[in-house]
Structures are given as C-alpha cells and as structure tokens.
C-alpha cells in the first residue's frame, strides 16, 4: 500500500485524537434526538448482531432515500445469490426505523461507525465483508481505506458530484485520488457527476443511479375504464400525495381555473387517506362542491374529489391532464419521487422544496420536462398551461418519459455489475 497522502495522514491523526473523546459527542447527539440510545455502541463498531457465516455484502446508504434506494439492488442480490448473507447499514434513526420495517426477513441493519479507525477497524473486523456498496457521495477515509486494507471489494452507486463538492476535493487532488481509487465499480448519476469524478481519479464505469428501475405504479384496468367513463372528458388535475397546509394553496389555485370549458375537476389524493375528511371540510369551506371516495360518493357534479383510498395514485396519474407533486409545496418533507408521473407519461409540475429528489428534478427542468410553481398563482398558471395549450404538455411528457426510460434501463444493468465482483 502506498504512503498516504498528508492530507490523510493528517485527517487520521485527528480522528486519533478525536477517539477519547467521541462517546461524549454521541450523547449529546443522543440528547438532541439525532442517536438513538439502545443502538449507541454500533457507532462505535460494537456490533449488535452476531456475523453470518459465508459471503456477506455490505450496503451503505446514509439516509433515508439512499438506503430506500437500496432496497431493490438487495432483492436482486438475494435472488441470485441466496447464499449470500445481506449487511445495511446507514446514519439517521429514521432511516434505521425505515430499515427496520422494509428490509427482507434476514437481512441485517447496522448504524455506520463513526469515523475513528478504532470504531472502523472494529466494524470491519466483526462483519468482515466481502463486497461493500456506497450510494452517493458519503465516503469515510478511515472506513474506505480499512475496507481496502482488509481486501473488500467495493462499488460506488447513484454516485453525484455538486460542483461545490468537486472544487472541495480539487484542492486535495493527492486524497481525492487515493479515495475514489478504492472503488472497484463507479457508476455516476448524470453526465456532470461523471465528469467531476473522472477529474479526481475515479473508474467511472458508465451511468447507473438506483433511485430508477421501478416498474410503473399499478392501475386497475377495469377501474380506469369505469373512472373515464365517469370522467366524461372533463380534464382532471391532480394533486398528488400532498401533505397539511398544500391542499390550501391547490385549492386557491384550482378557484381561478374552475370555469374554464370543459369543466375541470380537481382531485386532491393526500399522502395519509386518514385525513380525507378534514379536506373535505376544507374545500367546502372555500365554496367548492366536494365529493369523497371512503364516503362513498360520485364525481357527478362536484368540483373536487378527495381520492382518499390507499394505492389509487397509478390510477389518477394515468387519467390526470396536469399533476401537482405533493410534499414540494412546504418545507419539511423534501418532495416526492416525480418518477412516477414521468414513467407514465403525465405532466407535472412541483414546488420548490424537493431536497428528497433534487438531482432528478434538476435534470428534468435542464431536459424543460417540467418547472417549479411555487405558489398559487403560478400553479393557477400551470393549471390553465395544462387546460389549453395541449401541444406543450405532450412535449414536456415526451421528455420526462425519455429521461425516465433512459434511466430505468441503466438502473436495470446494475444488480449484474455488481454480483459481478462477488466470488
């Protein structure tokens, strides 16, 4: 192994250092909420679990969205290497309580060490993995450097580069080299990424990012058959998955395009059916008609239905003229996965809070496959866009669907790439 470079060498003298006193930080993470307390010795490599005997793949998302990201590529895995035993870990509670209800029977979930080598050497030696996966861009020195160290194969997945980060790691050439060179499999998210990775000494390998490669949201055929005839070309528009405090602004929204010809119908499907009723009382009160589905009722005449039936979505995406993306409007959920429109081919529009998906929407709005309204009026704009201007809603939808096919098919190609590094 070659001598590091001083940089490193520096980074592990102060994670040396740093050692004593990282059980104290720890707990006052624990005090803010951010640890979580029967779980604290994992992040200092005490495992909680004993090791499988045999292969073992290691998977590491930091978060909630990378390790749900995840999940696909450890079905694959399993399907084709059943004797292979299926390590995840990540560095929220809340991605650990995701993981804990999504993960398949025997797979195991880990809290990521901190990044000491005595934590990272601990945690490597207890699970010794054959294959690691990273998702995006949280890479550890010490951890990277011990699993080469110990021979761990290693992949880098859905791997992105802001242009902030690649001027960051441009100023250490010599560690950024030495980091993405442990990487045995790099696939990058966008052309972009693949250039900044290139820059600093990484294998890209080609485009693959896991947040792709679902099959389209489920419809059934004969329901959509009976919600069309219904329907009775009235254009429906949507809005999708929202969240308390949205339904607001797309119901002023919707007041300004509700005596347009035909007659649009608006359906509010909130991400929790529970609070069906609530907006119900909340459009009636702004004077429009409503109608509900768990109450049984018809579109007939009203103004809006509130869908508020679990798994529904891939229904009204496929009937809808224009969707509003839920969970963009406000801040504090970070938006929702405007892939499930796209692969559909319905036009959307979203707000400007979509932390959760920000590299896809990016590429959409560079791709004019959609655009960000942030506010009533300039939903109320897109809602008239979507009723009158039918020629530019179909080009905005042919250009998600190519991104979105474009991106399904690589997303396909990487559960083989990466049993291909395993023995």
């Given at each position: ?263 649009p119908l608006l359906v509010i499907v909130p991400r929790h059916p529970v609070r069906g009723s609530a907006i119900a009382d909340l459009v ?23 869908a508020d039936r679990l798994g529904e979505l891939g229904l009204w995406f496929r009937l809808a003229r224009l969707a509003i993306m839920g ?97």
């Open positions: 192994m070659s001598r590091l470079p001083l940089s490193l060498a520096l980074y592990g003298l102060a994670t040396r250092l740093a050692a004593p006193i990282a059980p104290g930080l720890l707990r006052r993470r624990l005090a803010r909420g951010k640890e979580d307390p029967a779980r604290l010795g994992e992040r200092l490599g005490v495992a909680a679990a004993p090791r499988p005997d045999g292969l073992l793949v290691w998977l590491h998302g930091a978060s909630v969205g990378e390790a749900l990201s995840l999940l696909p590529l450890i079905e694959a895995i399993r399907g084709a290497r059943p004797d292979v035993a299926i390590l995840v870990t990540s560095g929220t509670v809340t991605s650990a309580t995701m993981m804990a209800q999504r993960l398949p029977v025997g797979a195991i979930h880990q809290y990521i060490p901190i990044d000491t080598e005595a934590a990272t050497a601990a945690f490597l030696d207890h699970w010794r993995p054959t294959l690691g996966v990273f998702v995006e861009s949280e890479l550890w020195p010490n951890l990277l450097l011990g699993a080469q160290a110990r021979g761990v194969r290693m992949a880098l997945l859905s791997a992105r580069l802001s242009f902030k980060s690649f001027r960051s790691w441009s100023r250490l050439r010599d560690a950024a080299r030495r980091i993405f060179g442990v990487f045995d499999l790099v696939l990058a998210q966008n052309d972009y990424s693949a250039s900044f990775l290139k820059s600093l000494g990484a294998n890209v390998a080609g485009f693959g990012d896991l947040k792709f490669g679902a099959a389209p949201l489920p419809c059934d055929e004969a329901v959509l058959t009976a919600r069309r005839a219904e329907l009775a070309g009235r254009p429906l528009l949507l809005a999708a998955s929202t969240h308390p405090g949205e339904e607001e602004v797309v119901i002023e929204a919707f007041r300004a395009v509700r005596n347009a010809e035909p007659r009636a009160a702004s004077g429009l008609t409503v109608a509900r589905e768990q109450a049984g009722e018809a579109i007939g005449d009203a103004d809006v239905l509130v969970g963009s409007l406000l801040q504090g959920v970070g938006g929702h996965n405007p892939l499930e429109p796209a692969r559909l081919g319905t036009p959307f529009v979203f707000g400007p809070h979509v932390d959760n998906w920000k590299s896809v929407y990016d590429d959409l709005m560079e791709a004019e496959a959609t655009s960000c309204s942030g506010d009533a009026e300039e939903i109320a704009a897109s809602m008239r866009e979507a009723l009158d201007r039918d020629i530019e809603m179909a080009r905005a939808s042919h250009e998600a669907t190519l991104y979105v096919e474009a991106g399904d098919a690589a997303a396909r190609a990487i559960p083989a790439r990466v049993l291909a590094l395993l023995p």
